[in-house]
């Protein structure tokens, strides 16, 4: 691929990436998790969809004549929830927050003056906000936070069946992976990756935040279904995503 139509940092050179820089390149820094995903897929889910969501905006953006790169994911953040079901990689805060910015600290010093840090894992969305306000303050550069099914909004509900946004190890991922990694996809446990739709107890609001074990949660570690999952559906659901974000991250306004 030509160096002008590369959007991954990790496939340009060093005066490729001070040409983005001086351009005015957004950078895009997919923010992710290793951690179970239920008897039926692999423990890097939101790695490959962080990835794959923040690969896919950036190439809309990049094709919309707007300068674009995407860093490699940060791929472990904040899964102590997870912990429990063993095969679970987790930081502390201050661990994940000296990550991030250092990542956004390098892509500062590298000339870069706006960052998106697009988050792919539940447990990460406070505390990517936070270290983006601090880093945003710090290093005198925009820097927005988001997690990628927040900033889908009603997108992905018209494509699934029994969930109307992302869960956990459910509908909406496993259709991802189905599109992205179906080696990730033990197929003969698909009948038992089903669980509650909610890590909420009965009377918890929704702007309420707790964590628990998901464990005393859900014995399978799924929240949701992932018995409704189709590859047809993992690619809407990207496409979806893409669109949208693009959309935000396009505005203008945002960065002014």
């Known amino acids: 691929m030509a160096a002008e139509t590369e959007i991954e940092w990790m496939k340009l050179t060093f005066a490729e990436l001070n040409a983005r820089a001086a351009a005015d390149a957004l950078v895009i820094v997919p923010v992710a998790s290793l951690e179970q995903h239920g008897p039926h897929l692999a423990t890097g889910v939101d790695i490959v969809c962080a990835t794959a969501v923040a690969q896919r905006v950036a190439r809309r953006l990049h094709d919309a004549g707007r300068p674009v790169v995407v860093t490699p994911c940060v791929w472990t953040g904040l899964a102590e929830h997870h912990v429990p079901f063993g095969g679970t990689v987790t930081l502390d805060f201050e661990a994940f927050s000296a990550v991030l910015r250092g990542v956004v600290r390098s892509a500062m010093r590298a000339g870069f003056k706006r960052v998106m840090l697009l988050n792919g894992h539940g447990g990460n969305a406070e505390a990517v906000a936070v270290v983006g306000g601090e880093c945003q303050a710090e290093f005198g550069i925009a820097v927005a936070a988001g997690t990628y099914w927040h900033l889908a909004g009603d997108a992905f509900a018209p494509i699934l069946e029994r969930q109307s946004t992302v869960l956990h190890a459910c509908e909406a991922e496993t259709s991802m992976m189905m599109t992205l990694m179906p080696e990730a996809l033990r197929t003969d446990r698909l009948p038992d990756a089903h669980g509650p739709h909610s ?8 702007a309420m935040i707790r964590r628990r ?3 005393d949660i859900t014995p399978s570690g799924v929240i949701g279904d992932a018995r ?3 590859a047809a559906k993992g690619e809407a659901l990207l496409e979806a995503a893409a669109e949208r974000i693009a959309a935000e991250l396009g505005n203008a306004k945002l960065w002014g």
């Open 228 to 230: 409704a999952a189709t």
């Open 199 to 206: 890590t909420r107890p009965e009377g918890q609001p929704a």
């Open 213 to 215: 074990s998901f464990k």
